[in-house]
């Protein structure tokens, strides 16, 4: 089965260590539950949206060690993405299972099971701090599983049979540099000097006007002449120039095939296709249904960025016991 293509909560006053499985979650305090997304009449409350909106501000919130909230939210742009990444979020997860639905794509008892596993280890990894500002109990957390792995189902569903074959030549990916001049005078100059045994390297550094001197590509990513003449070339040869309307490019062959980098190709060109299969079917789908986002109620959420309030395990959770995520 194909994984990896993709990527709370009701209120509650009290709960007990057999509600919610773990006896040291006495207390969880009123949160409100109005709704903040209706998607053909299924709903997520605010505490739902907390939930995602937690874990998607702590991990897009801390870039290479360094927090964020702390040096690049001043003027509110990142909490803004942060919201706008968790509605539509939201927003798609709701609509795919109402498609899935539509399919009679349901969950099976086995994968029920996987989303009360995980649900029980995503809460009680959440401290005090973290439920007093979410207000959510197990049951609330299963059941966001539940539709993160409905929607995951009918995406399985919908790219079960997309072509996952890929050729060597499709996916190559080719290291080289370039020299790109804009005048054919200064193209004659370089076309002599390289005839005359130019380094190559050498000449680029003195004439090549493009942005990059070493360069890798595959297919489609450079003029059609241009591309031509460089799949045709062998390691350390080099063309003559090729004249597009961006100017004149002369190409030297490196690599003619980086089988790593060809291998990841590879993996991206099917996962195009699957996204494609996929945006095909839903985007026709979503245009048969209704969603109603609730902006006073979402405005009036803010997030709580603190150093109690840290939990962003929800979605690796999800990969250690129901599947990949995307």
């Not at 939930?51 to 702390?70: H, I, R």
């Not at 401290?127 to 049951?139: H, I, M, P, R």
């Not at 003029?223 to 961006?246: H, M």
Request: hydrophobic share 40%; aromatic share 10%; charged share 25%.
């Amino acid at each position: 089965m194909k994984r990896g293509k993709w990527a709370a909560l009701l209120c509650a006053l009290a709960v007990s260590a057999a509600g919610a499985g773990c006896g040291r979650k006495a207390l969880v305090p009123q949160i409100s539950t109005k709704t903040v997304l209706k998607v053909d009449g299924e709903t997520y409350t605010v505490p739902q949206a907390k939930v995602y909106l937690l874990n998607y501000q702590n991990l897009y919130g801390t870039v290479a060690g360094a927090d964020m909230w702390q040096y690049g939210n001043q003027d509110g742009e990142l909490e803004d993405y942060v919201k706008n990444l968790t509605i539509s979020q939201m927003t798609k997860i709701l609509s795919m299972d109402s498609l899935a639905k539509s399919r009679n794509i349901v969950l099976d008892e086995s994968e029920l099971a996987s989303t009360k596993k995980a649900a029980a280890v995503y809460y009680e990894s959440l401290n005090e701090q973290e439920l007093n500002w979410l207000g959510v109990d197990e049951t609330d957390i299963q059941k966001l599983y539940e539709d993160y792995a409905l929607a995951q189902k009918l995406y399985i569903s919908l790219t079960a049979d997309i072509n996952s074959e890929v050729s060597d030549d499709e996916a190559r990916i080719m290291d080289a540099m370039q020299i790109v001049v804009a005048d054919k005078k200064t193209a004659s100059e370089v076309k002599k000097a390289l005839a005359q045994g130019g380094d190559f390297a050498t000449l680029a550094n003195s004439y090549n006007e493009a942005g990059e001197v070493t360069i890798q590509f595959g297919r489609g990513e450079l003029p059609e002449k241009v591309e031509k003449a460089a799949f045709a070339l062998d390691n350390g040869t080099t063309s003559e120039y090729i004249k597009t309307k961006n100017g004149y490019h002369f190409i030297h062959c490196v690599n003619k095939f980086n089988e790593e980098l060809t291998d990841a190709n590879k993996r991206k060109i099917v996962q195009k296709r699957e996204k494609a299969a996929f945006g095909d079917v839903y985007d026709a789908y979503i245009k048969t249904i209704t969603k109603k986002m609730y902006q006073n109620v979402w405005d009036d959420i803010t997030i709580e960025h603190s150093s109690e309030t840290v939990s962003d395990s929800f979605f690796a959770v999800w990969r250690a016991y129901c599947g990949e995520s995307s």
